[in-house]
Each structure stands twice: as structure tokens, then as C-alpha cells.
């Protein structure tokens, strides 16, 4: 149709079905990634196995739920072996220091709705080949 003068809310209606089409299709390309990375010994799975390997500069995509939060071990009770990479940071999320290890190492992030993880502890790592 012809959209010149259609209102925001009118193109929002419109492509609707297109944006949930694309983002079913992107979740089941992600998951097809998880699988092959899984059989080719290339993912890590939940938070410990994934910060050792970003430790190690082995993210190349960092896979995530919407909303998945990790404290760290200064707010956490739980004595955990994942300590921020950079010391001087003021970020307080062991997540949020994972994405920013995995940008910084070259690599990509990308977020996914919640629960759509729950087999890969809520955040997997397919390494560099």
C-alpha cells in the first residue's frame, strides 16, 4: 500500500506482523548458531563457563536473556569466583562487564526474550573457531 501520509500508528500496525516474523525467524537462527557451536565443542553455558572464556578472549558472539542480571561478588553473599576484568570499573553487573569484555574483544552481542535460554542458563558464548 501507499504509506506517504499514514501516522506513526498506523505504520506500526502495518509492520506488526513483519517484526514478529523477523524476530521468530533471528531466534531460530540464534538457536541453530547455539546448536553447531554446541556439537562443534564451541559453547560455553552459564555465567561461570561463559566469564572463564571471555576471560580467555574467546567470545565471538555473546548470547543473552532480556533482563538476566549477575551481581557482582562485592554485592553478591555468594563467595564466586568472577571479579570485574577491569578492577576500576564501577560496573556491577557480571553481565554487563561480559558484554562489555566481548565488545571490546571484537565480538557480538545479542538479546534474547526471557526463557528462551533456560537449557543454556539464561547466557551462552559460541567462541572463535
Not at 6 to 13: G, P, R
Not at 60 to 84: F, Q
Not at 90 to 119: A, M, N, P, R, Y
Request: with cysteine.
Amino acid at each position: 500500500g501507499n504509506f506517504d501520509e499514514a501516522s506513526e500508528h498506523t505504520l506500526q500496525l502495518a509492520l506488526t506482523p513483519y517484526v514478529a516474523d523477523w524476530k521468530k525467524l533471528k531466534m531460530t537462527d540464534l538457536l541453530l548458531q547455539l546448536e553447531k557451536a554446541a556439537s562443534e565443542g564451541k559453547l560455553s553455558t552459564g555465567i561461570q563457563e561463559v566469564y572463564t572464556q571471555s576471560a580467555k578472549h574467546k567470545g565471538r558472539k555473546l548470547i543473552v536473556e532480556k533482563n538476566y542480571m549477575y551481581p557482582s561478588p562485592v554485592e553478591n553473599a555468594e563467595l564466586i569466583p568472577i571479579a570485574p576484568f577491569n578492577l576500576n570499573s564501577c560496573i556491577h553487573d557480571v553481565v554487563d562487564d561480559l558484554i562489555d569484555k566481548v565488545w571490546t574483544d571484537g565480538g557480538d552481542v545479542e538479546f534474547v526474550d526471557q526463557g528462551s535460554l533456560g537449557q543454556y542458563g539464561q547466557i551462552a558464548l559460541i567462541q572463535y573457531y
